[in-house]
């Protein structure tokens, strides 16, 4: 059964930053390509960005390029969501997604998996 579970979410202040993470349990997860998403209250959900399999080819929507960063621990069987100079639109719910592909994972119907979110909300 696979698994993929976030933390790391919270509420935190304009400028400032945040970590998430994904474990994930029951895949090879070398063998996945991974994204996070975001979904706003009353918005579809989004890509944010999105890393291949070995870490070394990376997507990041334009609203948050420069600011996050994505990575992943093969051995750890885990992906973090670096995200710094956060602002209030960055509020949303933030879900990890997996697909078994050698390239990257950027558009929803792509997804195999997906975590159950977790909360971010930046205060102005």
């Known amino acids: 059964q696979v698994q993929l579970v976030e933390s790391g979410g919270g509420l935190v202040q304009a400028g400032g930053s945040l970590r998430l993470s994904c474990a994930a349990s029951g895949l090879t997860f070398s063998s996945y390509a991974m994204a996070w998403f975001r979904q706003a209250p009353g918005k579809e959900r989004e890509i944010v960005t999105a890393?291949?399999?070995?870490?070394?080819?990376?997507y990041y929507a334009g609203s948050v390029k420069g600011r996050f960063t994505i990575s992943r621990d093969n051995v750890k069987n885990t992906v973090y969501l670096q995200m710094n100079s956060l602002k209030p639109e960055d509020t949303a719910v933030y879900y990890c997604a997996a697909r078994a592909t050698t390239v990257l994972v950027t558009t929803i119907d792509d997804v195999n998996y997906w975590g159950q979110g977790t909360q971010v909300t930046v205060s102005s």
């Open positions: 890393i291949n399999w070995s870490g070394r080819s990376t």
